[in-house]
């Protein structure tokens, strides 16, 4: 039995391993985002507050037990969309994205 948990152990890379060589196993499946991927997700986000805005202007006309689920989608689509283009604006700003190259543009000033 002690020989089957020495083969799994050694068979999967330690902790030290994987912290020197610089890849971790999800870090290296990403690779970060991307500047077109950080700048579809704010015109996905204003498309989504765009949708919010739609149902703003409809909710007038509305039943009394619909005007419940469209409030609600109304929050849900304005905290969202709105988080996602804040997020997303920020890391655009800030260059916290990886480059075609794959190197992070922090990166190039060191």
Do not use: C
Not at 42 to 49: D, N, Q
Request: hydrophobic share 40%.
């Amino acid at each position: 039995m002690d020989e089957n948990i020495t083969e799994k152990e050694s068979a999967e890379p330690s902790d030290e391993q994987q912290a020197s060589d610089g890849e971790g196993g999800k870090e290296n499946k990403k690779g970060g985002d991307t500047k077109i991927g950080l700048t579809l997700r704010i015109l996905v986000s204003a498309y989504v507050l765009y949708l919010a805005y739609g149902l703003i202007e409809g909710f007038g006309e509305t039943a009394g037990n619909d005007r419940i689920f469209i409030a609600i989608a109304i929050v849900v689509f304005i905290a969202a969309g709105g988080a996602i283009l804040i997020l997303s604006a920020k890391k655009l700003i800030r260059k916290e994205y990886v480059d075609a190259d794959g190197q992070a543009e922090d990166n190039e000033k060191r």
